[in-house]
């Protein structure tokens, strides 16, 4: 990359959001594009997360790209729910496939973004000493980018290493024999544990909040099953389009309180034994709204907990009782629970013991059962500064000078997920306020590529330098967003959906509740009302004061 390169557009990251906007735009529009990451290599959050039993949560025939049927049909998963290497392995695939390495620049992370109003353009340096100009800048750095690195007192003191599930060693890394400590038990604790206390001489898991785990059910991919999704990709996608967060359930009943006692656990059992979401989302739709209904598939979570742990006190420790389910990420796990069973493995309940300091040897907790832990090793599993933290480390700056992090002092503030007022041409793809997480993520960042790429169509075709979401949009998003929310169970809980989990994050909602399917309808009556609720060159580009949400 040379200096002062002039492009349409600046594409950041080169996992699933950043490949298919790079195409898209590249080889649909015609336009002049590059895509910066800062890792060694394309895949984004699976460039990283290496640590042994990472896993997508998503079955790897849905967890993947829609956009190309040859595609679909000659990549073939071995696994139900694909492993972090063979994820790697498609996306470098695709990255090949469409000739996408040509234009990504790596091992590059922005230092800076600024726009210039009188050129209509964003001015980004680099940490290598680079400058470029694009008229569009497109953020594909994923919600799961930056990690959260917990406040330990006496962390650099630790004469051992320090490994973080978010940045785990190219190389991997070997236990055995040693005394190792795992900090976190969220979806990349559960999944790494079990790999851990195999090996290690003496595991120490602490744990601050038990979580909700459920049965993974992972396996090797039938062909024969393989061959009937390939057959049927045409409607298993449409399925998954109209599905609530784009999987292809259909089987949801209305609630969970209407049935018997007795055919609710069969439900129940039947979806802890499919394995995967379905208990979460293909079972009963109240779940997500009612705390009477959310407590029946607790208990049931509760007592197969019960089941599994031999220690009655440990198992205790294990069932959540201080959130409903599925309001914080509802990890999926394999064997996690008997790992418990282990005699080389501990629990430690940072809220009766919490962790007082790390020593030079360990970790000292404090409370009744206070002790020093002897460790070799400890593992960070504590989790990412989520949607907001992978935009705000880029210093963007828009109209006037004001920062991002200055207008999102409070929380995000953005229409439809996509872009934010004072920030012209700036796209946030599967951004804070949209469905996100609750959407399979590839299927999301196809459905945001296709609009912003329709958009600056829009835009070039009409000689539009300029377009961002007037303030009373925003404003009216934000609203929206909220009372969507309103009657959903997920606010109620501190958890990185809300921001909680990293020290002096404002804590709100990130997430769009109403669903894939609502939202897409909204975008799309957006776009259709000629962009309602946008400026164009500072002039609202449709009547009205914004869209209909």
């Not at 000689?463 to 309103?486: C, K, L, M």
Request: with cysteine; proline share 6%.
């Amino acid at each position: 990359m040379t200096d002062d390169l002039e492009l349409d557009a600046v594409v950041v990251g080169a996992g699933f959001s950043g490949l298919y906007a790079l195409h898209v735009l590249r080889d649909r529009l015609g336009l002049s594009v590059r895509a910066i990451d800062r890792a060694g290599g394309v895949g984004g959050v699976w460039y990283w997360n290496r640590y042994p039993g990472a896993r997508c949560d998503i079955e790897s025939y849905s967890y993947s790209y829609s956009f190309s049927p040859d595609l679909q049909q000659e990549w073939r998963w071995s696994e139900r729910f694909a492993g972090q290497p063979e994820i790697l392995r498609y996306l470098e695939h695709v990255a090949d496939r469409f000739d996408l390495r040509r234009d990504i620049v790596l091992d590059t992370r922005i230092t800076s973004a600024t726009w210039d109003d009188d050129r209509a353009r964003w001015v980004l340096t680099t940490d290598i000493g680079d400058r470029l100009s694009a008229r569009y800048l497109i953020s594909g750095a994923g919600n799961l980018s930056e990690a959260a690195t917990p406040e330990l007192d006496g962390l650099d003191t630790f004469d051992g290493p320090v490994y973080s599930t978010a940045r785990w060693p190219r190389g991997g890394v070997d236990f055995t024999g040693k005394r190792v400590a795992v900090i976190g038990t969220g979806s990349s604790g559960i999944q790494v544990i079990p790999h851990i206390a195999a090996q290690a001489a003496h595991l120490t898991v602490f744990q601050r909040t038990a979580n909700y785990a459920t049965p993974i059910g992972n396996g090797t991919l039938d062909p024969e099953f393989a061959r009937l999704v390939k057959a049927d990709y045409p409607n298993l996608r449409r399925r998954s389009r109209d599905n609530f967060a784009g999987l292809p359930f259909d089987l949801q009943s209305p609630s969970a309180l209407a049935v018997s006692d007795h055919e609710r656990s069969r439900v129940y059992q039947e979806r802890w034994d499919q394995g995967g979401f379905r208990l979460f989302l293909d079972s009963y739709a109240d779940l997500f709204f009612d705390e009477k209904a959310n407590d029946t598939a607790a208990e049931f979570i509760r007592d197969r907990i019960r089941e599994r742990v031999t220690d009655p006190a440990t198992a205790e420790l294990l069932c959540p009782t201080d959130h409903p389910y599925a309001t914080k990420r509802p990890p999926l796990e394999s064997g996690y629970y008997e790992t418990y069973n282990r005699d080389t493995v501990e629990l430690v309940d940072l809220r009766s013991s919490p962790i007082q300091r790390i020593i030079p040897r360990g970790i000292r907790t404090e409370g009744a059962a206070g002790t020093d832990h002897a460790l070799d090793a400890i593992v960070l599993a504590t989790g990412f500064d989520g949607f907001t933290g992978p935009l705000l480390r880029m210093g963007i700056r828009g109209r006037d000078g004001r920062s991002l992090r200055e207008h999102w002092s409070d929380g995000p503030h953005t229409y439809l997920g996509l872009m934010t007022h004072g920030f012209p041409n700036l796209f946030t793809i599967t951004g804070p306020q949209s469905p996100s997480q609750f959407y399979n993520h590839p299927l999301a960042a196809e459905d945001h590529v296709d609009w912003l790429a329709d958009c600056i169509s829009h835009l070039r075709e009409r000689g539009v330098d300029r377009i961002e979401p007037s303030a009373e949009a925003e404003h009216r998003w934000g609203e929206h967003t909220d009372e969507v929310a309103s009657g959903a169970l997920l606010p109620r809980t501190d958890s990185w959906f809300m921001g909680s989990n990293v020290p002096g994050k404002p804590r709100a909602l990130l997430i769009y509740l109403g669903g894939a399917p609502a939202y897409r309808r909204i975008c799309a009556d957006v776009a259709e009302r000629g962009y309602q609720g946008f400026l164009f060159d500072g002039v609202p580009a449709a009547e009205g004061p914004g869209a209909t949400v």
